[in-house]
């Protein structure tokens, strides 16, 4: 099972960016590659989705501030989160899954913090 390893949170001022990073354990050439995000008190909602073939989709509140995209070669996935708002603080989880599955694997987050 491909284990997400989710890096690069932390506290960032409003306006500013931060650049996260999900590793895989395994090749990710043909996973759905996600990140989500859960504020205290909040569901987990999806932040943006990349499939196999380089099609992304992105959650309207973020949509021209955040870009998802995938480096096969490494494994890699990546969110660079622009002009960041207090609201964008939250844990940030990376998703693995292969077409077909249901939940995929979850990585264990990493805090993202935006002050005013």
Avoid: H
């Avoid at 590793?23 to 590659?33: D, P, V």
């Avoid at 973020?62 to 998802?68: A, D, S």
């Avoid at 494994?75 to 960041?84: D, E, F, G, P, R």
Wanted: glycine share 12%.
């Amino acid at each position: 099972q491909v284990q997400p390893v989710e890096s690069g949170g932390g506290l960032v001022q409003a306006g500013g960016s931060l650049r996260l990073s999900c590793a895989a354990s395994e090749n990710i050439f043909s996973l759905i590659m996600g990140w989500y995000r859960q504020a205290p008190g909040k569901q987990r909602e999806l932040v943006a989705r990349i499939t196999s073939g380089g099609s992304t989709n992105y959650a309207d509140s973020v949509k021209g501030r955040f870009t998802i995209s995938r480096d096969n070669a490494k494994n890699t996935v990546y969110l660079q989160m622009n002009s960041l708002k207090p609201e964008d603080t939250a844990v940030y989880f990376c998703n693995a899954r292969r077409v077909g599955e249901i939940f995929g694997s979850w990585g264990q987050g990493t805090q993202v913090t935006v002050s005013s």
